[in-house]
């Protein structure tokens, strides 16, 4: 038995650094491919410190937006599940969180640690509301996301280019699909279909019924997930108007901006896969495909601007993670402390 549990262990191990190596090979494969096709160009970088209004406009994003705007989003889906945070505490686990999006494979690998902090500050609480706060955090992102591409869209429908059409359809399966899950949320009270179909047993229902469960909560605090919708739309509309700003420079000319807003949604939906860090490789490729079907060449240079820019401020996330890691520290010195003294 001890045996088996040493090669399970073994086996373990070698799958994470495997899948470890295996990933950062991936990356390194697709930025070659980039690279020699000509597809990217790393001296464009310069243009976030020689021209100011891209400098200041990617400081401005990150404090007002990525880190600002999406703490208090959170922060509004948190106070239903009575937890005493204040908003100073939901900001600097934020930042935190962006921190380790730029050193963890993927985009949204932060969540995971800002999760452990609430966890840890209320052990009494239950796990599931807790986790499925971030999991709602991420479909409002997203919600928020395609509902500004697919209404900016829908009103310009008839000059949208063929070769971005199919996006635009598939854009709206998802802005449609999350708008049904939403009102269901919210109105589904009388007859809930969701509630009906997770009566039968299938494989992972158990698991599927305690997020539902946990995604209830907020059936009686509506207000807060409109206002974290609202908040969502305001940070999405500042990105993609930030992104439309560098497109302007690397491509020097008139542009379609309407068919960049069909594309771009699907692009940091790419991002997120759990590749490399903030999205590295994956988001490079996504945004050179997508871009290019947009008529615009250069989308791996725009997101290497938006990438290195949003990444460096993101490492600002180090000072509150040591700052959080010695109050911990004094926190039980202070304990033992007290122990020893009864």
């Known amino acids: 038995m001890l045996l088996l549990k040493k090669i399970v262990t073994y086996l373990h191990r070698f799958y994470q650094y495997f899948g470890f190596f295996f990933r950062l090979t991936l990356c390194f494969l697709i930025l070659s491919w980039l690279f020699y096709d000509d597809l990217i160009d790393f001296q464009t970088l310069h243009l976030l410190v020689e021209e100011k209004s891209i400098f200041f406009s990617n400081f401005i994003l990150w404090l007002g937006g990525a880190l600002f705007l999406n703490a208090m989003r959170w922060h509004l889906l948190l106070l239903p599940l009575q937890l005493e945070i204040s908003k100073i505490?939901?900001?600097?686990?934020?930042?935190?969180?962006?921190?380790?999006?730029?050193?963890?494979?993927?985009?949204?690998?932060?969540?995971?640690?800002?999760?452990?902090?609430?966890?840890?500050?209320?052990?009494?609480?239950?796990?599931?509301?807790?986790?499925?706060?971030?999991?709602?955090?991420?479909?409002?992102?997203?919600?928020?996301?395609?509902?500004?591409?697919?209404?900016?869209?829908?009103?310009?429908?008839?000059?949208?280019?063929?070769?971005?059409?199919?996006v635009f359809y598939f854009s709206t399966f998802f802005f449609i699909l999350m708008t049904i899950f939403f009102f269901i949320i919210i109105y589904g009270e009388g007859?809930?279909?969701?509630?009906?179909?997770?009566?039968?047993?299938?494989?992972?229902?158990?698991?599927?019924?305690?997020?539902?469960?946990?995604?209830?909560?907020?059936?009686?605090?509506?207000?807060?997930?409109?206002?974290?919708?609202?908040?969502?739309?305001?940070?999405?509309?500042?990105?993609?108007?930030?992104?439309?700003?560098?497109?302007?420079?690397?491509?020097?000319?008139?542009?379609?901006?309407?068919?960049?807003?069909?594309?771009?949604?699907?692009?940091?939906?790419?991002?997120?896969?759990?590749?490399?860090?903030?999205?590295?490789?994956?988001?490079?490729?996504?945004f050179t495909t997508l871009f290019s079907m947009a008529g615009v060449e250069g989308g791996a240079n725009i997101f290497n601007i938006i990438f290195v820019g949003q990444m460096f401020l993101n490492l600002f996330g180090l000072i509150p993670f040591i700052f959080l890691r010695s109050k911990k520290s004094r926190l039980k010195s202070s304990e033992d402390f007290s122990r020893k003294s009864i």
């Not at 640690?113 to 966890?119: A, D, E, H, N």
Request: aromatic letters at 18%.
């Open 89 to 166: 505490q939901t900001i600097l686990y934020s930042c935190v969180g962006l921190f380790f999006n730029s050193v963890i494979p993927g985009s949204v690998s932060g969540d995971l640690v800002k999760v452990s902090y609430i966890i840890k500050s209320f052990p009494e609480h239950k796990k599931t509301p807790i986790f499925f706060s971030i999991l709602m955090d991420r479909i409002i992102g997203f919600y928020a996301l395609f509902s500004i591409s697919f209404l900016v869209t829908l009103f310009n429908f008839n000059f949208i280019p063929a070769a971005v059409r199919p």
């Open 191 to 286: 007859f809930d279909p969701i509630k009906f179909f997770l009566q039968f047993h299938f494989p992972g229902s158990s698991f599927f019924k305690k997020v539902y469960h946990a995604a209830l909560i907020y059936r009686d605090h509506s207000r807060n997930l409109f206002f974290a919708v609202l908040l969502g739309v305001i940070f999405q509309c500042l990105l993609l108007l930030y992104t439309l700003f560098v497109t302007s420079f690397i491509v020097g000319r008139s542009f379609d901006w309407l068919s960049i807003c069909v594309v771009y949604p699907f692009g940091l939906l790419l991002q997120s896969v759990p590749l490399a860090p903030g999205g590295l490789g994956t988001g490079h490729a996504a």
